[in-house]
């Protein structure tokens, strides 16, 4: 079955970096983009861009321009997301999520179990 | 960017109760996805292409509209249900989410 699976919970304090990790499994990887979202802790979803994991082309939000990185390794079908010069109000839950179609509509099918980062001094 | 704006924000319904979740959005979308996200859970599509089950959605919940203005219904409210309902458009870029809404249990 189609599995992403993220990496741990991180602790860290301002200024530094984090490399979230999502391993997945159940298909072939560079058939499918990936997507990030960000959950702030009590909020909602909000989407951060996205990786062609064919190609390895990055495209970011606006607000996501900058300190945040999408890279990939393919041969071990993980998706990665990078976050530089961390700051208190990157504390959230990062989601990866596989971009597909259903009967002619995108969607984002299936999800991480999350990856939360903490940025406090 | 298209703005979609969820109402209610929270609501409590009783068990059985016919419920209705809406999304509105600043221009006209295609078709609207909905996801139920559980506490400490991660997002699960739920509704596609504005009316389409996902795979072992009960079929008690039901999706529908068009241009602007979409919704979820649920026909009879049950404790599972309890969650928090998205909404996103994927059909004009960039992606959007709705900032949720809240279904709990009277």
Request: proline share 4%; aromatic share 12%; glycine share 8%.
């Amino acid at each position: 079955q189609i599995q992403l699976v993220q990496s741990g919970p991180e602790l860290k304090k301002p200024g530094e970096s984090v490399k979230i990790s999502c391993k997945a499994s159940g298909y072939t990887f560079t058939d499918y983009a990936m997507h990030w979202v960000k959950q702030a802790p009590g909020k909602g979803l909000k989407w951060m861009g996205w990786i062609n994991t064919y190609t390895g082309k990055p495209t970011y939000a606006d607000d996501f321009k900058g300190r945040f990185v999408f890279s990939l390794e393919a041969s071990a079908s993980t998706a990665n997301l990078q976050i530089s010069n961390l700051k208190n109000e990157d504390t959230a839950t990062y989601f990866c999520a596989r971009f597909s179609t259903v009967a002619h509509y995108y969607v984002m099918d299936a999800w991480g179990q999350g990856a939360s980062v903490t940025v406090s001094s | 960017e298209i703005v979609l704006t969820q109402s209610p924000t929270t609501m409590a319904a009783s068990p059985g109760e016919k419920v209705t979740l809406n999304c509105l959005a600043s221009s006209s979308v295609s078709y609207m996805n909905w996801y139920q996200q559980k506490s400490g859970a991660s997002p699960k599509l739920w509704i596609y292409g504005t009316s389409n089950l996902a795979s072992g959605v009960p079929n008690r919940f039901s999706g529908s509209g068009s241009g602007t203005s979409y919704s979820l219904t649920i026909s009879s409210m049950e404790a599972e249900d309890v969650a928090t309902y998205y909404c996103l458009q994927l059909s004009s870029y960039p992606p959007t989410f709705g900032g949720g809404t809240k279904l709990e249990l009277k």
